[in-house]
């Protein structure tokens, strides 16, 4: 988080990071505050099958994920899940179907700079097994997966192998 160290304010080289959520210029008392940012991931699932994607950009570029992303200014996280969804995936869900599970905290590193999220977990059932045309540029593939035979190693991000450590203890 040191890459950032002119003040956008005064122009100076004085910027200096807390080691958590801010920055502070001394100069001219400017603070930039690195708040936590809402997104949510979407755990599509079809009998004992949940449908994952494998990221094909970095971070985890490679590594299995849930579709979802980061909430809009003015989008409610349900929203999020609809709009990501389509974008992700082209389908086209019904947000009264979503189910809210829990929230976990994540840092999601990108360029050099880390970003304190929040993620809500949802899951949405289908009744039947579904093949999409993938966004080919956040997405290599797509595949169902038996729950009893999903490897946490293979998972993205901290925050969702947590997730599925318990999800997986409690499936049913």
Do not use: H
């Amino acid at each position: 988080m040191k890459i950032l160290k002119f003040c956008p304010n005064c122009g100076n080289q004085t910027l200096n990071w807390n080691g958590e959520k801010k920055w502070s210029c001394p100069e001219c008392s400017f603070t930039l505050y690195n708040n936590v940012a809402g997104a949510v991931a979407v755990v599509i699932r079809c009998g004992d099958e949940i449908y994952l994607t494998r990221r094909n950009q970095e971070p985890k570029k490679g590594k299995l994920d849930l579709a979802g992303g980061f909430v809009d200014p003015k989008e409610s996280a349900e929203n999020t899940c609809k709009r990501e969804l389509l974008e992700e995936l082209q389908l086209e869900i019904d947000i009264k179907n979503l189910r809210y599970l829990t929230s976990l905290p994540n840092v999601y590193q990108y360029k050099e700079i880390d970003y304190n999220t929040i993620d809500l977990f949802y899951e949405y059932r289908v009744p039947e097994k579904f093949e999409v045309n993938i966004a080919l540029s956040e997405i290599s593939e797509t595949q169902w997966i038996k729950a009893s035979e999903i490897n946490l190693e293979d998972i993205a991000f901290d925050s969702q192998k947590k997730f599925f450590e318990q999800y997986l203890k409690d499936f049913n």
